[in-house]
């Protein structure tokens, strides 16, 4: 098949296009396409294979010591914390479930905590009774692709020591990128 | 237009304002950037490369 590229009007590629150096291809119109838009962009799963200890009235990063997937090394398996490579946007997704009877009444919250400093809380409830809580998070957080990193932390107040489950399919940590800059 | 002038330089137009085709099994180079002009095709046949460097 041959190629034809036109000016100003639709050109068609008889073959495939690559691209090489650090330039960046500006199209000035949708692109549309057919198969699969492949990319390198990050995402992770991360789970636990062991109990984090919530002290009460403590806020303490859960620990996440596997990934399912990692599709750029960008999650730290013993720091527990996600420094993704590419700028941009970027869901991220956390459920903890807490592997004891919480007091009732105690509050639970959890958080993303970006750079150590910087809290982004998700469900804040309070509990009744013997309930096993599992406080969730979901939300859109601005990396720049070096040195911002990201955390999960849980605070419990149930004036007494809780954990989180070592269970990875009960606690896990996720996030990808919505849209690089 | 190409022009190769005595002291080793090839210079080519930066706007290509006339269709063209690269026939079958041939390769082709020009100097760029260039910029394909409004109306105008630039055909590549098969097993050509035109290489824009």
Same mark, same amino acid.
């Given at each position: 098949?041959?190629?034809?590229?036109?000016?100003?009007?639709?050109?068609?590629?008889?073959?495939?296009?690559? /691209?090489?150096?650090?330039?960046?291809?500006?199209?000035?119109?949708?692109?549309?396409?057919?198969?699969?838009?492949?990319?390198?962009?990050?995402?992770?799963?991360?789970?636990?294979?062991?109990? /984090? /200890?919530?002290?009460?009235?403590?806020?303490?990063?859960?620990?996440?010591?596997?990934?399912?997937?990692?599709?750029?090394?960008?999650?730290?398996?013993?720091?527990?914390?996600?420094?993704?490579?590419?700028?941009?946007?970027?869901?991220?997704?956390?459920?903890?479930?807490?592997?004891?009877?919480?007091?009732?009444?105690?509050?639970?919250?959890?958080?993303?905590?970006?750079?150590?400093?910087?809290?982004?809380?998700?469900?804040?409830?309070?509990?009744?009774?013997?309930?096993?809580?599992?406080?969730?998070?979901?939300?859109?957080?601005?990396?720049?692709?070096?040195?911002?990193?990201?955390?999960?932390?849980?605070?419990?107040?149930?004036?007494?020591?809780?954990?989180?489950?070592?269970?990875?399919?009960?606690?896990?940590?996720?996030?990808?990128?919505?849209?690089?800059? | 237009?190409?022009?190769?002038?005595?002291?080793?330089?090839?210079?080519?137009?930066?706007?290509?304002?006339?269709?063209?085709?690269?026939?079958?099994?041939?390769?082709?180079?020009?100097?760029?950037?260039?910029?394909?002009?409004?109306?105008?095709?630039?055909?590549?046949?098969?097993?050509?490369?035109?290489?824009?460097?």
């Amino acid at each position: 098949m041959t190629t034809q590229i036109k000016g100003n009007d639709t050109s068609t590629f008889g073959g495939a296009i690559t /691209t090489s150096g650090s330039s960046t291809s500006t199209f000035g119109s949708d692109i549309d396409v057919t198969g699969n838009v492949v990319t390198d962009a990050p995402a992770f799963h991360a789970y636990t294979s062991t109990t /984090t /200890t919530l002290n009460a009235g403590v806020a303490t990063k859960a620990i996440f010591n596997n990934v399912e997937f990692d599709t750029t090394s960008d999650f730290d398996t013993s720091l527990y914390r996600f420094t993704p490579s590419v700028a941009g946007y970027y869901q991220f997704n956390s459920s903890t479930y807490i592997s004891s009877g919480v007091a009732d009444g105690s509050q639970i919250s959890i958080r993303v905590k970006k750079n150590g400093t910087t809290d982004y809380y998700g469900s804040i409830f309070n509990t009744s009774g013997t309930d096993y809580p599992a406080p969730t998070i979901s939300i859109l957080l601005y990396a720049n692709g070096s040195t911002d990193y990201f955390e999960i932390y849980v605070r419990q107040g149930s004036g007494a020591s809780e954990t989180i489950t070592s269970t990875g399919a009960l606690s896990w940590f996720t996030g990808h990128l919505v849209r690089a800059v | 237009m190409i022009t190769i002038n005595g002291i080793g330089f090839v210079e080519n137009s930066i706007t290509l304002d006339t269709d063209y085709t690269l026939a079958d099994n041939r390769n082709a180079m020009t100097a760029g950037p260039v910029t394909v002009a409004d109306g105008i095709t630039i055909t590549i046949g098969d097993g050509s490369t035109w290489s824009v460097v």
